[in-house]
């Protein structure tokens, strides 16, 4: 059985200053009005962790920022 271990980021609001994410009453979520450099900069994040083997299970939005849930084989 594989064994992962686990690891949680918080990434700023300061760094998303126009981030709004919404989900309609059927339960579809999107990400709207993230200007085109803050979405170069989070993906840039993501793949930095990914390319240390980290895979992305949820990202999580908030007033404060965006949450990340991260997992990688031992």
Known sequence: MTRFEY?????????????????????QCNLN???????RSLGARLNGRG?????LVQL???????VAFWKRAL
Not at 51 to 55: D, G, I, K, N, T
Not at 60 to 66: A, D, K, L, N, T
């Open 33 to 39: 009005q993230l200007p085109s450099d803050q979405m």
């Open 7 to 27: 690891d949680i980021t918080k990434y700023s609001a300061d760094e998303f200053t126009r981030l709004v994410y919404f989900c309609t009453e059927q339960g």
């Open 51 to 55: 390319s240390e083997r980290w895979e």
């Open 60 to 66: 999580f939005f908030g007033e404060g920022g965006v």
